[in-house]
């Protein structure tokens, strides 16, 4: 007797055979979830071969076993952890709509995906766009990849969240969508619970709204499991849209992540991507400016320590004239972690007078950790602005000793100098209870305990 | 109040300082004057507990306690106080915060009850006006930014703030216009008394114009090769490093 073991592809592929066709979805998704995991099928999973994966090694995903996340019930209590005073919220448990937690604004519409009759009215904006961009036009012309993850979260998402932001709206509250991971207590320690969140994001012309996107496990989630989400943004004229990611699944879990973007004109996406949990944490981002005078920010913070790998991959792509972006990631690397930044600006030959600025900065706190920092710049047009720059470094030993010697003591230096490092990602959102909740974080995640520097 | 007895020390294999002696005693200023490559930062950043600097052999006692066995915060918290002579910027803290911190982590060390924020506010607002220090400085990041006279304008307001039992002041006059120089030499003035000491590291008589030393000494090749009053900085103005008895200027 030989058991077969099925390779990797097969356990996703047989994911999608059993789930078999859903009722009441709209025909164009239906078919973009088909044709999303055909090309799952055709290209497989990436190996160490494949330019965009080669410092990514998903070998450890690779070798486990994957099931279904479980139906679990999550408790009020355990979820309003994770909530923030002073918002509306969205609240899924293992990918799974939650609607007895969450809180829907009256101005906004808000679909969950599994059940779009039944909640309102974004089911027009699911047939035009779920899926549409993610896995269709998401690449530099010359060179479209099939992002194998973004695939997978098209074909395999069983539930998530499509939320239209009215033309002209301002949307006071930010909306906290929260992803919570709740792996079944008595789980296969070999095997894998995974969920894939799905997002749609259409803000209106000229309307304004903050969404946080928070990802968590309930406390004392145990054994691994498997997060992979997909987000899309479509943001249309004029309108203005603040983004927060916030990623602090358990340790020991497996995060492989794609966000994508489109702007029209004169509108402004502003993103910030904060990395504290994950065993092995992938974060791919893409921004398309489609329109003269769109602007987009792409900002980043991991914080890691012990085994733990986060590999943040994003694009830019500059396709009409006078757009911005900016992109400022920092790492602060402790143990053995590992972290890769890999960012592109690609400005196409139209896109005259783009001003781009990409920044890298990581810093070591041990002599075993190791960054990995690749900025590339693609410029296609003669007249543009473009910089970038990366640095890895360890503390300063001078300022180290400066503090010491005016009395502070060295762990409290210590945790002083790397929140000084990282403070400005944290207290960049003007929403006081999710600043306060990031600053809490990361002086918890600091070796020096509490330390750093509160507002001067 | 500090005796420095026979001290050697050393950076990677060279040999810098080589027998200095030194007595201090409370309500005193001693200058210690010498040629670059002489030793005096070296003296200053080993008596503050920089660990670059291995110590050979030797005694540093700080009130009768051997500092060698204290890290850089406790030498701090016993009242040692180092005024750098290239303050390190640090970008993204607080000045006030930073010395609110430092304050606190001194009386928590010596069991004092911390200050709270509107006690310190008071205790920086009125140290602030003692050493002439804008308060707009104190707003914002540590040293970043700040011209070489706000810097050293900066170190003495740390020491006004932080109250020393012993100032060591590390070239202190380095770089200061004559304004400058007097407002910084007006700062450490007000801080004298009969309880404090001072130690000034200079390469330059000028600033004892202003700080007017008890004894001054001269550090060349590692080791004090003279002491005396006051005059003795008036003569090496005259006469120069090259122009004393024994070892050769410059070494």
């Known amino acids: ?456 | 109040m500090l005796r420095v007895s026979g001290l050697h020390a050393r950076v990677e294999e060279q040999e810098i300082l080589r027998g200095v002696n030194l007595e201090v005693r409370a309500g005193e200023v001693h200058a210690v004057m010498g040629p670059n490559g002489s030793g005096k930062s070296t003296l200053a950043q080993v008596l503050a507990g920089r660990e670059d600097y291995e110590v050979t052999a030797g005694s540093i006692e700080l009130d009768g306690e051997d500092l060698q066995e204290m890290a850089p915060e406790e030498r701090a918290h016993a009242g040692l106080f180092l005024a750098f002579q290239y303050p390190v910027e640090i970008p993204g803290v607080g000045n006030s915060y930073f010395l609110k911190a430092a304050v606190n982590a001194t009386r928590k060390a010596r069991g004092e009850q911390e200050l709270d924020a509107m006690d310190f506010l008071q205790l920086l607002r009125q140290r602030a006006k003692l050493v002439d220090v804008d308060e707009a400085l104190l707003r914002r990041p540590v040293n970043e930014g700040f011209s070489g006279g706000e810097k050293k304008r900066n170190e003495i307001l740390q020491m006004a703030v932080l109250e020393p039992r012993l100032a060591v002041l590390d070239e202190t006059d380095s770089g200061l216009d004559i304004d400058a120089l007097k407002t910084v030499a007006a700062g450490v003035n007000a801080l004298r008394n009969g309880d404090r000491a001072f130690v000034v590291i200079t390469h330059y008589q000028r600033l004892l114009n202003y700080i007017v030393p008890d004894h001054v000494h001269v550090l060349q090749g590692g080791r004090i090769v003279r002491s005396g009053g006051s005059e003795l900085a008036h003569e090496l103005e005259e006469k120069g490093y090259a122009g004393l008895n024994g070892d050769s200027a410059g070494a």
């Open chain 1, 1 to 456: 007797m030989t058991a077969v073991t099925p390779t990797p592809t097969a356990q996703y592929l047989d994911l999608f055979a059993r789930r078999g066709e859903r009722s009441g979805e709209a025909a164009p998704v239906r078919l973009r979830r088909r044709q999303a995991i055909e090309r799952f099928e055709a290209a497989g999973f990436p190996g160490r071969g494949d330019e965009e994966w080669r410092q990514t090694n998903i070998a450890p995903l690779l070798r486990s076993a994957v099931t279904e996340a479980s139906r679990e019930e999550v408790g009020a209590r355990q979820a309003r952890r994770f909530l923030y005073q002073g918002c509306d919220r969205l609240v899924f448990v293992n990918g799974r709509f939650a609607v007895e937690l969450s809180s829907i604004p009256k101005e906004i519409a808000v679909s969950s995906l599994a059940d779009l009759e039944a909640t309102g009215g974004a089911a027009d904006a699911v047939a035009e766009h779920l899926g549409a961009t993610v896995d269709g036009r998401a690449s530099c012309s010359a060179d479209a990849v099939v992002h194998p993850f973004a695939a997978l979260n098209t074909g395999l998402f069983e539930d998530g969240a499509a939320i239209v932001i009215p033309a002209g709206a301002a949307v006071e509250r930010p909306l906290q969508v929260l992803w919570l991971s709740a792996p079944a207590a008595g789980a296969a320690a070999d095997s894998l619970e995974v969920s894939f969140p799905r997002l749609l994001v259409v803000a209106g012309e000229n309307s304004q709204a903050s969404i946080i996107e928070t990802f968590v496990a309930v406390n004392g989630a145990a054994g691994g499991y498997f997060v992979c989400p997909a987000a899309e943004f479509v943001c249309r004229a004029g309108s203005v849209l603040h983004h927060t990611r916030l990623q602090a699944d358990a340790s020991d879990a497996f995060h492989l992540g794609f966000q994508h973007t489109e702007l029209e004109r004169s509108a402004v996406f502003d993103s910030s991507s904060l990395t504290f949990g994950g065993g092995l944490v992938r974060n791919d981002a893409v921004a398309l400016l489609d329109g003269e005078g769109a602007h987009c920010t792409l900002d980043g913070l991991y914080v890691v320590a012990g085994s733990q790998f986060v590999d943040n991959h994003m694009r830019v792509e500059h396709r009409q004239p006078h757009t911005t972006s900016h992109q400022l990631y920092k790492g602060v690397l402790d143990d053995r972690a590992r972290s890769v930044f890999n960012g592109r600006i690609y400005v196409h030959k139209a896109a005259q007078k783009t001003d781009a600025k990409q920044t890298n900065r990581n810093l070591l706190l041990s002599r075993s950790a190791l960054a990995n920092s690749n900025p590339q710049l693609e410029i296609f047009a003669d007249d543009v602005r473009c910089t970038h720059g990366s640095t890895i470094g360890r503390l300063d030993e001078d300022a180290l000793f400066y503090l010491r010697a005016r009395g502070l003591p060295r762990e409290q230096a210590y945790g002083m100098l790397v929140y000084a490092f990282a403070r400005e990602l944290v207290e960049k959102t003007s929403f006081e209870p999710l600043r306060q909740d990031l600053e809490g974080r990361l002086r918890a995640s600091l070796n020096g305990g509490p330390g750093g520097g509160e507002a001067a």
